[in-house]
């Protein structure tokens, strides 16, 4: 299965509710800067369509949620944790399993949710678009 039929897999099931809720607040939170990186834009020369725009802001700003995408990142060093420790038959150091599952697995991790996003930015991008004309 490819990356993107797995994403859209977990959108339908409504495993990335909690992205379309995120991607809202981080348009109403960064409108501001958003806009501002419009009129950088159009200085430039290289104007952008504001869904354009508010996908390059996003994967600018690498974050839409910093908070839940390291509770998350966390829950996946956990399963890690459970998993090594079913394998070994022994509690594994914390540490160093999340100092490996960092250094393996967080880049991708990061490029994975960076899709995840694009996608559910994707599917309703005219809701999203609004939201910059909101006062």
């Known amino acids: 299965m490819s990356e993107l039929d797995e994403i859209r897999e977990k959108y339908d099931r409504g495993d990335l509710d909690s992205i379309k809720e995120d991607l809202e607040r981080f348009i109403l939170a960064h409108r501001t800067g958003i806009l501002a990186c419009r009129a950088e ?28 995408e390291i509770t998350d990142q966390l829950d996946e060093i956990q399963k890690e944790k459970w998993i090594r420790g079913v394998n070994t038959g022994q509690c594994p150091d914390p540490q160093q399993v999340a100092e490996e599952w960092a250094h393996q697995h967080s880049a991708a991790w990061r490029n994975h949710r960076l899709n995840e996003i694009v996608f559910v930015f994707e599917k309703d991008k005219e809701r999203y678009v609004r939201l910059l004309s909101q006062p």
């Open 41 to 68: 834009q159009e200085r430039k020369g290289t104007p952008l369509a504001d869904d354009a725009l508010i996908k390059y802001y996003f994967l600018r700003y690498r974050s839409i949620n910093p908070r839940r």
